[in-house]
């Protein structure tokens, strides 16, 4: 089992700056995928950033210049740091991960951090 627990959401005025953590724990081999979701109130919970084991990353449009992901695979946290935020950035953030366990790949969510921007 892996168990995600993210960290960092609050409220912030627009053009400010925050920081999310997600911390994973339990029974694993290895991270495989670790990416960032949100969910707006009355919308579908949608992509913000992924990242890869090898390294890679991906971003939505509407992110690209302002957030960062980011992990540290020895800690098995993943990271987002939000720059320039914008009140449309307000919602639910949430971490999701694939881990490799010895029975094949597992998937996880984290319970969610609230993002609030003020404009």
């Known amino acids: 089992q892996v168990q995600l627990v993210e960290s960092g959401g609050g409220l912030v005025q627009a053009e400010g700056s925050l920081t999310l953590s997600c911390a994973a724990s339990?029974?694993?081999?290895?991270?495989?995928?670790m990416n960032w979701y949100r969910q707006a109130p009355g919308k579908q919970r949608e992509l913000v950033a992924g990242?890869?084991?090898?390294?890679?990353?991906n971003y939505a449009d509407s992110v690209k210049g302002r957030f960062t992901i980011s992990r540290d695979n020895a800690k098995k946290t993943a990271y987002l740091r939000m720059n320039s935020l914008k009140p449309e950035d307000t919602a639910v953030y949430y971490c999701?991960?694939?881990?490799?366990?010895?029975?094949?790949?597992?998937?996880?969510w984290g319970q969610g951090t609230q993002v609030t921007v003020s404009s």
């Open positions: 990242s890869s084991r090898r390294g890679t990353t």
């Open positions: 999701y991960a694939v881990v490799q366990s010895d029975s094949g790949p597992r998937t996880a």
């Open positions: 339990g029974t694993f081999l290895d991270i495989i995928v």
